[in-house]
């Protein structure tokens, strides 16, 4: 049961951290695309 329970957190801590870098990696590619359009712009 232990190690059931142990093996079930790792997989969710793995999906979790997952998902953390998937949401930061748009969140970088989108923001860093507005940050070139903007500073574009100006110019």
């Known amino acids: 049961v232990l190690a059931r329970t142990v093996r079930g957190a790792l997989g ?9 870098v998937v949401v930061v990696v748009v969140v ?13 712009k100006p110019r």
Do not use: I, L, R, S
């Open 28 to 40: 970088v590619v989108v923001g860093g695309g507005f940050g070139t359009v903007a500073t574009d």
């Open 12 to 20: 969710a801590g793995v999906v979790v951290v997952g998902g953390v």
